[in-house]
């Protein structure tokens, strides 16, 4: 689900190529040679260096890496030969046979299309908020093309020229997010210059834009394969509540501890704290239960929109939703999907990574199926790149 069996060399590629590109959108829109795109620095060239391709073809990246390592022995013979003028000859000499070395890739493969969004990144945080405005915004102006569930399938789809796509698939994985963006406010063409999808710019704001792309993230999710989720999921940004405590942001959590969500609507018991992830309760009415037990969780989703969301993300209506539990790594990617009345397995897993090549290892024996699925996930981190850009 999230690529090929992902290496070091190739994380730390990808970051070095983002880095550099927002480097230089930075260096550029500070210089004044480049304006602001809807609020934020506007990518000024029609090209950006594919991400996405580096991922599935080794060899491009291979290539990409070591023309940037011939790069860097270039700049360093260059500095060292102005400051040590006696070998100036053979450094410059060593730093030109460097560059001629270097296995330039081909450009047309190296490059994919950009828009003035590409690098925009979303304020939405994909927050429980901005996937409700997402489902109404969906429902007003998407479904009829779309679907209800995203398939592709809505009532307007007969009558197009090019059906839609299927939302339910990694075809939001292939696009940054900006560019998400960019299309749905501009709208989409063929390569004829037909119009394939409306520009919406002029009946959405940015915030509503911004937050169908949440909602589209959540409900191809949901929509996904039993068992499989065609990309992986940050854990919904919520303020949630615990005992009389002031309300914190969940992803406060993010990178120490695991979080698991369960939905319940007082037909049924409270679950038992656990020491290995946090409990949060969701509620359809965001309000927490009129008692909590000792020993039983007690932290609750403050928003009763939460209920909406996870509903949204385990593809249930919400009148189905009591007893669905949704549980997260320690990094916020949420990885399985428990069932009402079913204990957990490693069935359960949604999100699966493929563990990074060299290091398979046998898994520890768990006396349980939580905990089996617990240490999986601990072996098994999510290593995912969007449009390009690694998360």
Not at 170 to 178: E, K, Q, V
Not at 254 to 274: I, N, Y
Not at 318 to 335: C, M, V
Request: with cysteine.
């Amino acid at each position: 689900m999230s690529g090929p069996p992902p290496q070091a060399w190739l994380n730390a590629l990808l970051v070095l190529i983002e880095k550099l590109q927002l480097g230089l959108l930075s260096l550029w829109h500070a210089l004044g040679l480049t304006g602001d795109s809807h609020g934020q620095p506007a990518w000024p060239w029609a090209w950006r260096v594919a991400g996405e391709t580096l991922l599935i073809d080794l060899g491009l990246a291979r290539q990409v890496g070591l023309s940037l390592c011939a790069v860097a022995v270039a700049v360093v013979a260059v500095a060292v030969a102005l400051a040590w003028r006696r070998h100036r000859g053979v450094l410059l000499g060593a730093g030109a046979l460097a560059l001629a070395a270097a296995p330039w890739p081909s450009a047309s493969l190296l490059l994919g299309p950009a828009v003035p969004t590409s690098f925009h990144a979303s304020p939405t945080r994909f927050s429980v908020d901005a996937i409700a405005l997402g489902a109404r915004v969906y429902a007003q102006h998407c479904a009829g093309c779309h679907g209800v569930d995203g398939r592709g399938e809505g009532p307007l789809a007969a009558s197009l020229a090019n059906w839609p796509p299927t939302l339910a698939s990694p075809l939001l994985a292939r696009r940054a997010d900006g560019e998400l963006f960019w299309h749905v406010l501009a709208g989409m063409r063929d390569r004829y210059g037909q119009p394939t999808m409306p520009a919406f710019g002029d009946a959405l704001s940015h915030r509503e834009a911004w937050a169908v792309i949440d909602y589209m993230k959540a409900m191809s999710a949901g929509g996904g394969a039993e068992g499989n989720w065609p990309v992986p999921l940050r854990l919904p940004e919520m303020a949630i509540r615990c005992a009389n405590a002031a309300p914190l942001a969940l992803s406060q959590w993010r990178g120490d501890q695991r979080v698991r969500l369960v939905a319940v609507d007082g037909t049924a018991s409270l679950p038992f704290e656990d020491p290995r992830f946090l409990t949060v309760l969701v509620t359809p009415d965001g309000r927490p239960p009129a008692r909590v037990p000792r020993f039983r969780a007690g932290c609750t989703a403050a928003s009763a929109k939460a209920w909406q969301a996870v509903a949204a993300i385990a593809g249930l209506p919400p009148a189905k939703l009591a007893g669905t539990q949704l549980l997260s790594d320690r990094a916020g990617w949420l990885r399985a999907r428990g069932m009402p009345g079913s204990q957990w397995s490693d069935a359960d897993l949604v999100c699966v990574s493929a563990p990074a090549a060299g290091t398979a290892r046998a898994m520890p024996k768990a006396g349980d199926g939580l905990t089996a699925l617990l240490l999986r996930m601990d072996a098994e981190p999510v290593r995912f790149v969007k449009g390009g850009f690694i998360h």
